[in-house]
Nanobody, 123 residues
Framework: QVQLVQSGGGSVQAGGSLRLSCTASGRSLMGLDEMAWFRQAPGKEREFVASISWSIRITNYSDSVKGRFTITRDNLQNTVYLQMNRLQSEDTAIYFC???????????????WGQGTQVTVSP
């Protein structure tokens, strides 16, 4: 059973930077797996932030974070990172990592979420 454990986050002033980490255990990330970051602000729905395909490292970003956030992955550490620069108060939210693993001849499709981590940006 895969588990995603997040770390990082915290409080920062506008214009500052933070880095989030998400480490998978119980299963090696591989092939067509996709890791993504979502966030949920108070009173709002969870929204997509960024994603990365594990093997070919294609990345996607929401328009609101493009050019400020960078998603990367470390194959050996089984970890995905979200580097957040030039943070704005609108970035304040709980951030979640997510694994999407497609069906293979050897395993069913799999979705897993991290526990969430708070990011607070003060004006």
């Amino acid at each position: 059973q895969v588990q995603l454990v997040q770390s990082g986050g915290g409080s920062v002033q506008a214009g500052g930077s933070l880095r989030l980490s998400c480490t998978a255990s119980g299963r090696s990330l591989m092939g067509l797996d996709e890791m993504a970051w979502f966030r949920q602000a108070p009173g709002k729905e969870r929204e997509f932030v960024a994603s990365i395909s594990w093997s070919i490292r294609i990345t996607n970003y929401s328009d609101s974070v493009k050019g400020r956030f960078t998603i990367t992955r470390d194959n050996l550490q089984n970890t995905v990172y979200l580097q957040m620069n030039r943070l704005q108060s609108e970035d304040t939210a709980i951030y979640f990592c997510k694994l999407n693993a497609p069906r293979t001849p050897f395993s069913p499709p799999l979705t897993a979420w991290g526990q969430g981590t708070q990011v607070t940006v003060s004006p």
